[in-house]
């Protein structure tokens, strides 16, 4: 398990984009003898308590994993519960990270979500569209796959109707096809659970991104490890596929 900060540790600048996968709900219950339900609801405390602490913490981009493409395959009170979950959230939560000026946006194939779902994402960022702080992307209904695909779908489009040739198509527009454009590829990637698997999450995205894998199960992550996982990140040398360069 992770150790608390030090109160250097504490005061090191956060990376500019962490992203999340929130792994670990229905282990957390199953040790408990819960339904798994119970963990997710549990999850969602953690969701807040770090998105608090990352907006302190003056983190400019927050992604979490929140429900994949692949979790449709659940059973199918767990995926109507984990719905219901999301519809609250988000509606119960609007008014407070509003007024700390955080501002929502969605990532995922959102048109195939419940109309309830569907509608507090679209409500959520809309009234947060001009906030200035944090901004907490949402990835729900979310594939990389899937993200790749529609992207390609876009630029295969604009190549129908003339607008695009396919020798113009480079990394830069294919990054301005995805489902998120403004926000930037992640610095540091965070994976509770311990699993060692990126599971279909910002393939993309995470080309150059530090990793940080924690056994602790999602319901128990703390500040306390967010803070670690930022001290762990300070000690790596991002080299983005260059030689670096000599010290001194």
Request: glycine share 8%.
């Amino acid at each position: 398990m992770s150790q608390p900060p030090t109160g250097s540790e504490a005061s090191l600048p956060p990376p500019p984009h962490i992203a999340i996968i929130m792994d670990g709900n229905g282990r957390w219950a199953r040790k408990r003898g819960l339904p798994r339900l119970v963990g997710h609801r549990e999850g969602r405390k953690t969701v807040h308590r770090i998105t608090e602490a990352c907006n302190d913490r003056g983190v400019r981009y927050l992604t979490l994993y929140t429900f994949s493409t692949e979790n449709w395959q659940r059973p199918a009170e767990e995926v109507r519960g984990l719905m219901l979950l999301i519809e609250r959230a988000m509606r119960q939560e609007l008014a407070e990270l509003h007024r700390k000026n955080v501002r929502i946006v969605a990532s995922g194939r959102l048109a195939e979500l419940p109309a309830g779902v569907r509608g507090a994402l679209e409500d959520a960022s809309a009234q947060t569209a001009g906030n200035t702080g944090l901004c907490l992307n949402i990835a729900v209904n979310y594939s990389g796959r899937c993200e790749l695909v529609d992207a390609v779908r876009t630029l295969a489009a604009e190549v129908a109707a003339g607008r695009l040739q396919p020798g113009e198509i480079t990394e830069e527009r294919i990054a301005g096809a995805l489902y998120q454009p403004t926000v930037p590829d992640p610095d540091l990637l965070i994976r509770t659970g311990g699993d060692l698997r990126y599971s279909n999450f910002l393939l993309w995205e995470l080309a150059y991104t530090e990793l940080y894998v924690t056994d602790v199960l999602w319901p128990e992550f703390s500040t306390e490890h967010l803070e670690a996982a930022i001290a762990d990140f300070h000690n790596r040398q991002r080299r983005f596929g260059r030689v670096p360069a000599p010290a001194g």
